[in-house]
């Protein structure tokens, strides 16, 4: 069974203090991983995508990666506005994306 | 670009009411996508239209659920009749045409509590 599972569920950081989300996906035939971003009350806004192991991209202070199982995003010295809820999605085909849970970031001054 | 613009932003109604909520995609895009937000379950997609066309509506709960896209720039979620397991957060998205992996761009979401 397609799954996406994203961890932690959460995470508090102070402000410099960087981290990493992890997202493991079991998608079989992965035709590229997502991540969002979701502010409260809002919808998920789109971060990046990533097609091929190896492959790294990056804006401002958040890097994401991609390995054969596993997709790591990287926040590098988080500021409080860095502060959100953050998706991974696998695509399964031309269309479909199953969302992980999510990983709720909190950053301190 | 406006987004995508979904109305109402907020929905109170009573177990057993018609509800219909309301999406525009953005302009030039031919896919929309119809989500449902939950605590327990996550995002979930409950319809894809490509070209107004629904392609998979295998997320659709039960009967009570149908949507349609009379034309390329509105598209409507309707639940008759709604009951309080159906109080979610719905977000229409939309995504262009042409390229093979497409982000999806998502609307700010209806807030549905059945009473």
């Known amino acids: 069974e397609d799954q996406v599972t994203q961890s932690p569920e959460a995470l508090r950081l102070q402000e410099g203090e960087s981290s990493s989300l992890n997202c493991s996906y079991t998608v079989s035939g992965l035709r590229g991983l997502f991540w969002y971003r979701q502010d409260p009350g809002k919808g998920p806004e789109f971060l990046f995508t990533l097609y091929s192991a190896g492959e790294e991209k990056e804006k401002e202070r958040l890097k994401a990666t991609l390995t054969k199982k596993e997709s790591f995003l990287h926040i590098t010295a988080p500021k409080p506005e860095d502060s959100a809820t953050y998706l991974c999605?696998?695509?399964?085909?031309?269309?479909?994306?199953?969302f992980g849970a999510g990983t709720t970031v909190t950053v301190r001054a | 670009d406006a987004g995508v613009i979904q109305s109402p932003r907020h929905e109170v109604t009573e177990m057993g009411q018609e509800v219909t909520l309301r999406c525009k995609p953005i302009?030039?895009?031919?896919?929309l996508f119809w989500y449902r937000q939950t605590m327990m379950r996550g995002l979930e997609l409950l319809i894809y239209f490509n070209n107004n066309v629904p392609i998979d509506d295998s997320g659709m709960p039960e009967d009570r659920f149908s949507a349609k896209m009379p034309n390329a720039s509105f598209s409507t979620l309707k639940i008759q009749p709604s009951e309080p397991r159906d109080s979610a957060v719905y977000f229409c998205?939309?995504?262009?045409?042409?390229?093979?992996?497409?982000?999806?761009?998502f609307g700010p979401g209806t807030r549905l509590t059945v009473l």
């Open positions: 998205a939309s995504s262009p045409s042409g390229r093979l992996y497409n982000e999806q761009f």
């Open positions: 302009s030039g895009h031919n896919s």
């Open positions: 999605a696998g695509r399964m085909n031309d269309y479909k994306l199953s």
